[in-house]
């Protein structure tokens, strides 16, 4: 069965940097797309970006932008999320998501068919 796994969570000061991994076994998702989500304390889960693994095309969740970059080694199947200039308000768990389907894939739950267990990210002020 494929197995999405995340690392690189950890503890961070506000305006420092954190980059997290999430490798995808297998090669279910190698024509897919894959993406972040995060679930702050007392939040619902929220799609924060998104890869298409071919043709590299992200989307990003408005709080983000200009702060997140997301990219795709797809050689090894491994989707990285280099995280900037975080805020305490980024505290979360963070998930690796993926779909088999490479279009039209939106930052929604639902549209993701695997997921890792999550990696926690806290921001202290």
């Known amino acids: 069965q494929e197995q999405l796994v995340e690392s690189g969570g950890g503890s961070v000061q506000a305006g420092g940097s954190l980059r997290l991994s999430c490798v995808a076994s297998g090669d279910s998702y190698s024509s897919g797309c894959m993406g972040w989500f995060r679930q702050g304390p007392g939040k619902e889960r929220e799609g924060v970006a998104r890869i298409y693994m071919n043709g590299g095309g992200t989307d990003y969740d408005h709080p983000v932008k200009g702060r997140f970059t997301i990219s795709r080694d797809s050689a090894k199947n491994t989707v990285y999320l280099q995280m900037d200039s975080l805020e305490p308000e980024d505290t979360g768990m963070y998930y690796c998501?993926?779909?088999?389907?490479?279009?039209?894939?939106?930052?929604?739950?639902?549209?993701?068919?695997?997921w890792g267990q999550g990696t926690q990210v806290t921001v202290s002020s």
């Open positions: 998501a993926a779909r088999r389907l490479g279009y039209n894939c939106q930052l929604r739950r639902g549209d993701f068919d695997s």
